[in-house]
């Protein structure tokens, strides 16, 4: 086979112009995300120092920590709309400036009422960044790769948290000012990068601005394909143009109810199996699995949720276009329910010990069950269900249908952070972390059941497979090969 014949098959585009453009957009990507990771992951190591400074008890703590995520389901509700508005990069910016602003208000803050503002606020910048930098990535991305640059989403979100734990560890709780004031800094990248990039051409394309959206396409598509990519778009757009703007009924509609349904399931689905608990509450659960110094809970922390959470994400990005976005979820599944089953033993064999050995072993069991879950969560549930999310949806009411699948993610989220202590304080560490396994099955049979695979596909034939309402056998039947 000649060389010609082969480069289409190569991952890394033809054009170095190209590929630096496509590098400048995961970038701008991946800082979005890394802001997103770090406000998740700050208030883990942070959240003793605020009880120490201001004397809070659980009930604080988590009005504390689950406001950002209340924030962020307000901003998801509305970055959709205000996207197809205004287009991607002003919503992204938006973002930057709600994430310094937040920074800085968390660290000057002079009581928790101040406190929970700047939570929130950060939240609003999360809220956009969530819905916002995976859809651009998934529009402005090639096809062939468009999994892994989306997937950089989640990568960088789990590098975020990893850096929030090692600045918590390094600094001390008793420097969360200090921890929550640096997140100022990457959130000025990030209004950098976006600055310095193309609109998405789809945008341009719903504006009438044709000679925009070609602009924009000839920084990420190969010259020879520009103008049959732009001819795609270009009829895709216009299709959904003639049918009129979309509403909020539509999202809702009978033609957009089965993809509708698998975005919305797979966000919660990624925040009932465990994660945030996990992730914001960390040190809290070392405490209980009996690491009683501040230093050991940060060192668990740091290594067991923080670095086990970026290293598995590395398996998602590179091979979730190559085995696909179905067996990633399956694989993710099993490994967390046998891991959080694990914890939950763990837990319960504390409770019933009658020695400090008992404590030790717990301990043990907790950190590995964690990894396990961690790196299980890292490349399935993490990043497939935002690559899903972003693939899914018609392009007439993607902005609308992200959004609410986004808010749907938050508002799980919410209620996970805002519960999550009060419900091990009731039914026991043992009894909440079978109940998350038990949210693995279900997660489970939800994707064997409603989850389309739709690696190697274009977001056109993607739209094609739902207006055919397809099985999932039909999908599995038609899906390109590895």
Not at 262 to 277: D, E, K, M, R, S
Not at 439 to 451: A, K
């Amino acid at each position: 086979m000649s060389t010609e014949e082969s480069a289409p098959q190569v991952d890394r585009p033809r054009s170095k112009s190209v590929f630096r453009w496509i590098l400048l957009i995961a970038l701008v990507t991946f800082s979005a995300g890394s802001l997103f990771g770090y406000d998740q992951g700050v208030i883990a190591g942070a959240l003793k120092g605020i009880g120490n400074s201001f004397q809070v008890g659980d009930g604080a703590k988590q009005i504390i920590t689950s406001w950002v995520t209340l924030g962020a389901l307000v901003a998801a509700l509305v970055a959709g709309t205000s996207a197809d508005r205004f287009g991607r990069r002003p919503v992204l910016l938006a973002a930057g400036l709600l994430f310094i602003a937040g920074a800085i208000i968390q660290a000057v803050t002079p009581g928790v009422e101040i406190l929970v503002l700047g939570r929130l606020i950060t939240g609003f910048g999360i809220g956009f960044a969530s819905v916002i930098a995976p859809l651009y990535a998934a529009e402005m991305a090639p096809q062939r790769i468009r999994g892994r640059i989306v997937s950089t989403y989640q990568l960088s979100i789990t590098f975020g948290i990893l850096l929030a734990y090692l600045v918590s560890d390094l600094l001390g709780s008793a420097e969360w000012r200090t921890v929550f004031l640096l997140a100022a800094i990457p959130g000025v990248l990030l209004l950098i990068g976006v600055m310095l990039t193309p609109e998405s051409s789809r945008w341009y394309i719903k504006m009438g601005r044709k000679d925009k959206a070609r602009e924009s396409l000839s920084k990420v598509t190969e010259p020879g394909d520009v103008e049959k990519e732009l001819s795609d778009v270009e009829a895709q757009v216009n299709a959904e143009a003639a049918e009129g703007e979309a509403s909020w009924s539509e999202v809702f509609s009978p033609r957009v109810r089965k993809a509708l349904i698998v975005g919305v399931g797979l966000a919660i689905f990624q925040q009932i199996t465990g994660i945030n608990a996990i992730i914001y509450y960390a040190d809290t659960i070392f405490d209980s699995a009996g690491l009683v110094s501040t230093e050991s809970q940060a060192k668990a922390t740091l290594y067991c949720v923080g670095l086990a959470n970026v290293v598995a994400t590395f398996i998602a990005v590179a091979y979730i276009d190559r085995f696909g976005r179905r067996p990633l979820l399956f694989i993710g599944l099993i490994g967390m329910f046998v891991s959080l089953c694990a914890v939950a033993v763990g837990f319960a064999t504390q409770s019933t010990a009658d020695t400090g050995a008992g404590t030790s072993i717990v301990g043990i069991i907790t950190m590995v069950g964690l990894v396990v879950f961690i790196a299980s969560f890292a490349f399935s549930l993490g990043p497939v269900v935002w690559t899903i999310i972003s693939e899914i949806y018609p392009g007439r009411v993607r902005g609308k249908a992200v959004s609410f699948a986004t808010a749907a993610n938050w508002g799980a989220a919410f209620l996970v952070a805002e519960f999550f202590l009060t419900l091990t304080s009731g039914i026991g560490e043992s009894a909440t972390f079978f109940l998350f396994a038990a949210m693995c099955v279900l997660g489970f049979i939800f994707v064997w059941r409603y989850v389309p695979e739709t690696r190697g596909r274009s977001l056109e034939e993607i739209q094609e497979m739902w207006n055919k309402g397809g099985s999932i056998k039909s999908w599995e039947e038609t899906a390109p090969k590895p």
